[in-house]
């Protein structure tokens, strides 16, 4: 099978996305174009060592397509890819009460 790359159209797909080599590694590019599996989350790659935290936490539940999104942005901005205070399900107030306790205390610095 072969498949020509989404972007350029010319040449032939061996990057994942569906995109080839050059397009996959123009900034910006990649971004234009969700991976084509769900599993398939190699192109932010890994790192290692002590990221810092992201700054808010997310309210999107484990497992849902927002949360991954989060991840996925998270790891680009090599931030620590989960928040002590994002949601563990569906609804969970925590993020929310962190963000209520973040203003509040923001608020007591400005007083
Ligand atoms: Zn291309």
């Known amino acids: 099978m072969t498949t020509i790359c989404r972007h350029c159209s010319k040449s032939k797909v061996n990057r994942p996305r569906g995109l080839c080599w050059t397009c996959y590694y123009t900034p910006g590019v990649k971004d234009q174009y969700p991976p084509t599996s769900k599993f398939a989350r190699r192109g932010i790659g890994n790192f290692c060592g002590k990221a810092p935290l ?3 936490p997310t309210t999107a539940a484990p497992g849902t397509p927002e949360k991954l999104a ?7 901005l ?6 002590p205070a994002d949601a563990r399900y569906e609804g969970d107030p925590r993020p929310l009460e962190f963000l209520r306790e973040q203003a509040a205390a923001m ?3 400005v007083a």
Not at 70 to 76: F, N, S, Y
Not at 78 to 83: D, M, R
């Open 54 to 56: 992201p700054p808010v």
């Open 70 to 76: 989060v991840l996925e942005q998270r790891a680009r």
């Open 78 to 83: 090599k931030q620590a890819l989960f928040h």
């Open 107 to 109: 608020m007591a610095c």
